[in-house]
C-alpha cells in the first residue's frame, strides 16, 4: 500500500508570535519555520507502518511557498520515500486556504492511488481543522480523526479518537483519511546518513495550474490581535469576599 | 537551561566567513553544500537542546557511580548514547570507507560546538573516540583498522587516550609504563591517571590507546611508542572475548564536568594487558601530536560551546528578572535594561562570537590542509591551523571561564546558589584550560613551535590577511557603520600581532617564555578583532543591500562593542609584553616565602 502524507510548513512552535503592524496576520519574515509537529507524527506514523511491512511507499506533499522544500527535505531524512512540491504561491504571508489545499490533494491522490491519507489533525499556525476532513468529502472517503492509535487490518482500519470526555474507538473502511492527534507516537531524529541520504531522493515540483485548481483566497482576514495581556489580580480579605467575587464572575 | 544552537550565526560564520561553498569543492567534500550543511545542522541541533541538554543538570548533580571497578554512568545517558550511535553523530568526519560520514572538519566543529555546549561531560566520550579514530585511522596497520575502526566510527565502541601518569604530566617524557614483546602482541603494565571515558558502562568495549616504553626504548620523548589496548580482547571472528588485564582503580571527585569519568586505569596487575603496536616503536609521541591539533581543536570549541549556553542562560535571566529602575531608553523594565548588565552581556556575546570564527576558520584551514590538491595552499594552511590551534584552545577555554563567571554576576546572589545551573558552566569550564595542554603550554607552543621556528612566517602572514581586511573596511560607504573606525581598530591589531612577533624573534633569553600567555591572549584578542571586522563587513552588505534582518543589525552592534570594550585590551598587553619580562624572571622562588 502507497500512503500520502501531506505535510505543512508553519512558524516554529519555539517561536514567539508577533502580529504584523497592520493587523494583517502574524510576521513570518526572518522567522525560523518547521514542519507542523502533527505532521511530523503524521510522518512518523507512515514509517512505522513502513517499518511493520504495511505500507510499502511514503509520498510527502506540500503545498505552499518553494521553501517548503526544506520540510519535505526533513520528511525525507525521516524515511518518506518521495516528495511532492506544489509551488501554490510566493508570498510567504500567503497561507492557502484548506479547501484549495483539499482540492490539490484529491487530484494528487486521484494520480497516486495510496490506499492512506496520513496527516496532521490541524496545523499550528491557524489551528483550521478542515483539510482532512475536507479531503475525505472530495474524495468520497472515510474518515477518522483525531487519531491516537491506528491499527489497520485487512480492508479496516481501527483508530482511537481523542474527543471531549474520552477515547473513542472506530473502525473505518480503507481508503481512509486519518488525520493524527499529539499522543499517536514521538516522532523521531533523523539520522546523520538518512539527511545526507534524503538530497538524492526524488521530489517534483508542480504548481496548482498542473491540478487544474484556483487558489485564489475566498476568505477575509478581517484583523489579527495578540492575545490580551494578563491583568493584575486583586487581594481579597476573607473567604467570604473570595466566594463573592468567583460568583460575580460567574466562576462557581 | 535547554541549551539553544545558535544555527544562524554557525551558517553566517560558515558561508559568509569561512567560505563553505569553495569547501565543498575540495575533494571528497562535495556532499557538503549549503543546503545540505541546514539540514544537518538543523538535526545537530535538535539532537542538542532535546536529548543531550537535558541531561547536564542531571550529570552534575547525580555524577557518577563506583563500585569494584565499575563506573556507573547517571539515567538517561547510556540511552542517549544509543541515540547518539544510532543517529551517527558519533563521529562525522571520519572516512566513509570506514563507515563515517566524510563530513569537512569545519561543519563538524558546528556539531561539536553544539554537543559540547548542551552537554560537555557527555560529548567528551565522544570527542575521545574522534581522537582515537584518527591515531588508528593515520597511523595503525590495515589490521588493526580493520578490526578496530568500524566500532569506533559507529560508536558501538569508545576510545580513550591513556598518556598521564602520576609524574609524568605536562611532561610526557617521564612516562615509565613498560611494553613487553610477547610474540604477535606486548605485554603492557604501569598506571595512567586522568584517563576521561577510562570506564563506564555505555558501550560493551572501551578501546585504550597507551603511550608506554619498549625494553630497549631510549629514554626521554623518544622512546615512547603507542599500544592499542582493548577492555575486552577480541576474537578470531570479531566477538569479545577475554577480559583484558587491565582495571579501572578509581574516579576522581572533580570540581566541574561531574559525569565524565576520570579514571585512574591500572594495567598488567596480574601479567601484562595485552597491547598492539600502532605504527613503529618509540615515535607514539609523534602520533599523538599528530591528532593534537584535532583534540585542542575540540577542546576550544568545548570553550565556545560553554561560553554560549552561559550566555544564553545568563541572557534569559536578565530578560525575566526585574530589580531598580532602568533608564527609560532601554525599553525595558527587567535588569538587561541596567548598563551594567548590558556590558556584561556584551562581553559574553561578542567574546563567544569573535571566538567562533577563529575556531571555525582553524578548521576550514585543517580542510584545506588535508584536502587541497595545491601544494602551495594545502602548506600554507597547514601553516595557518598550526599558528591558529593554540591560540584557539588557549583563548577560547580562558573565555568560556570568564564568560561563565560573568554568567554568575548577572545572576547576582542566584547565580552562586547552585539551583539556578549558573555555577554549573564555570565548574565545567574550569577544566578547559588545563587538559589537552593547559594555556601555559599552548603559549609556549605559540611563541616556539608557532613563531620562532617558522621565524614568524605563519604569524606575518596572517597579518597580511588582516590588513587586506582593513583595506576592504576603510573603501567601505555605507552608512551602517562607522568604517574608517573599524578600518583602524583592524589594522592597529595587525600592527601588534607583527610588533610582538618581531619583538619574540629578537629576544635571546626566556622574556618570551615569562610573557607567553600574554602573547596568546594579546593574539586571541588582536585575531578576534580581524575576525570580527570581516563579519562587519559581510553583515554592512546585508544591511545596505536591504536584504539585513534583526540578526545582521545584532552583529553589527556586536562588532562594535568588541572593537571599543574588547580590543582595547590587547594595547595594554602589549605594553606588558614587552616591559614586564624581567620583572617576572627577577623574582625567585626564594622570594615568595618559605611555604611552611
Redesign the interface.
Known sequence: MKVLVPVKRVIDYNVKVRVKADGSGVDLANVKMSMNPFDEISVEQAIRLKEAGQVDEIVVVSIGVKQAQETLRTALAMGADRAILVVATDDLHNDIEPLAVAKILKAIVDEEKPGLVLTGKQAIDNDMNATGQMLSALLGWSQATFASEVEIAGDKAKVSREVDGGMQTIEVTMPTVITVDLRLNEPRYASLPNIMKAKKKQMDEKTPANYGVDVTNRLEIVKTVEPAERAAGIKVASVDELVAKLKEAGAV | MTYNAPIEDMIFVLEELCGLKDIAELPGLE?ATP??V???L???G??AS??LSPLNAVGDIKGLGFDKGEVTTPDGWKSAYD?LV????NS?TADGEHGG?GLPAVVNACIQEMFQGANAAFQLCPMLTQGAIEAVEGFASPALKETYLPKLVSGEWTGTMNLTEPQAGSDLAAIRSKAVPQGDHYLISGQKIYITHGEHDMTENIIHLVLARLPDAPAGVKGISLFVVPKFLITEDGSLGERNDMRCVSIEHKLGIHASPTCTLAFGDNGGAVGYLVGEPNVGLQYMFAMMNNARLNVGLQGVGIAEHATQHATHYAMERKQGGTPEDSGVATIIGHPDVRRMLGLMKSRTEAARILAYRAARSLDYSQRSVDANEKARHQRRVDLLIPVVKGWSTELSVQTASLGIQVHGGMGYVEETGAAQYLRDARITTIYEGTTGIQALDLIGRKILRDRGKAALEIVRDMRATALVLADQQGSSADWPALSGVVSGSAELIENVTNWILEQNGHEPQAVATDVLELFGIALGAWAMGDAALSAGRHIEGRSG???HDAKMKTVKFYMANVVPHANALSMIITGAAPSILNLKASDFGTAA
Do not use: L, S
Open positions: 556532499e543546503d545540505m541546514a539540514a544537518i538543523e538535526e545537530a535538535k539532537f532535546q536529548v541515540q544510532e543517529m551517527g553523530w562525522p560520514m534582518t534583526a540578526y
